[in-house]
């Protein structure tokens, strides 16, 4: 009886984790009808549960759940969340509903969700997304300088120097959402690759959208080794000042990541990197590192935490840090600046520059009003003992008299 009562029980538990497993290893895809089925890195998102394949719905679908779906693809940033089945409308179960993500699960399924199956939604409402295809990687890379790499049949490869310059990596930089390009390198700057060369001979005019739109020698076509894999160097995410009070010059700081504006974090927050974000703004120097959201909260994102810049940096993205969107903060620990163009700099270089020299007058007048003073209390005093001796010569010749008479 107890032998049954245990085999009866292990099956219990071999049934329960064979149908909560699967919630960890759904698989994605994306599907444009345009291209006849599946694509690599753009299109309506389906994930297949339960034998068979399945759509999102696109409430409260955003740019955080776009992200997570291109990270489990291998696919590179997310540019867009698509609504309203712009991929055209899929077939079958409508598998998740209200996807809420960070933006840093590894799984789409992992996201808070209503439940598999659980939705209000007709497939007229399916999500998509748009994702880069394209990153940066090697040695010495940041989120906006490195070696380029191109997504294209199922794996990542580099692109070949022949013919690069500056409109190439004016694209790639556009692409990554990183500001202007300020180098194309060649010859393996930031290290060599491996596997694929996708590209060679790239030719852009420096207005695509993305760098595969460029003219080149068709995918996989080249005469190149790794020695000479491309690069870019770009200006880094835009930046701005803004909040209660701010100027050009002087302001919260907050950056643009993945078509949002987004805040930093005042933990660590001095000197040297507001000196990065002046110069990045072409703001002269810092005058002050301002922290405890001096201009005010922001909202959205807080993109940055823990910022260690040497000051030396050409864009605050290169500066050392936790990660995007890696925080342990809120909105009223936004960092702020003071660079010295702003119209606000008046009063912190009266501070630094006069407030001293006040001081030393100050203490210049004071000096001399005690030196009067003492001078004053010495003479007074020798005023005294000198009137006090002539009253004695006075009392003394009456003296004298009073006994002659």
């Known amino acids: 009886m107890w032998t049954q009562q245990r085999n009866f029980f292990y099956l219990a538990i071999v049934f329960y984790l064979s149908t909560s497993a699967p919630a960890e290893d759904a698989q994605i895809r994306l599907m444009d009808p345009d291209k006849s089925g599946s694509t690599q890195c753009y299109g309506r998102v389906e994930i297949y549960h339960n034998n068979s394949w399945g759509t999102v719905c696109d409430d409260d679908w955003n740019l955080n759940d776009a992200e997570v779906v291109c990270r489990q693809l291998d696919c590179g940033p997310a540019l867009e969340a698509t609504r309203s089945a712009q991929f055209g409308e899929g077939s079958g179960e409508i598998w998740l509903d209200n996807v809420a993500c960070s933006g840093w699960e590894s799984s789409l399924i992992m996201c808070n969700h209503r439940g598999f199956g659980t939705h209000n939604c007709g497939h007229d409402e399916d999500a998509g997304v748009i994702c880069s295809g394209i990153r940066v990687a090697g040695s010495q890379s940041v989120l906006c300088s490195g070696r380029v790499e191109i997504y294209h049949k199922n794996s990542w490869g580099t692109v070949c120097d022949h013919s690069w310059d500056l409109n190439d990596a004016e694209v790639v930089c556009r692409q990554l959402d990183c500001g202007p390009a300020l180098e194309a390198t060649q010859s393996s ?53 803004a909040g209660s009070g701010s100027t050009q010059c002087s302001g919260r700081v907050e950056m643009y990541y993945q078509k949002r504006w987004g805040t930093v974090c005042d933990d ?89 020299l006040i001081l030393l007058l100050e203490n210049i007048a004071l000096h001399f009003y005690y030196k009067v003073i003492k001078k004053q209390k010495s003479d007074k005093k020798e005023n005294d003992e000198t009137d006090v001796s002539r009253a004695e010569e006075v009392e003394a010749e009456e003296e004298a008299v009073q006994e002659i008479e």
Request: charged share 20%.
């Open 268 to 356: 660590g927050w001095d000197l040297n990197d507001a000196e990065v974000v002046c110069r990045q703004l072409d703001c002269g120097m810092a005058l002050s590192a301002l922290q405890s959201a001096h201009f005010g909260e922001g909202k959205g994102d807080i993109l940055l935490d823990n910022v260690a810049c040497s000051g030396n940096e050409s864009s605050l993205t290169e500066c050392q840090h936790r990660g995007f969107r890696m925080r342990d903060c809120k909105h009223h620990e936004d960092a702020g600046v003071i660079c010295s163009d702003s119209t606000d700099s008046i009063i912190p270089v009266l501070r630094c520059v006069f407030l001293p």
């Open 189 to 241: 700057h930031f290290g060599k690759g491996t596997g694929q060369i996708w590209l060679d001979d790239v030719s852009c005019s420096g207005r695509e959208s993305s760098l595969t739109e460029c003219q080149h020698g068709g995918f996989g076509t080249h005469n190149c080794t790794h020695s000479r894999d491309a690069g870019v160097i770009c200006s880094g995410a835009p930046i701005r000042l």
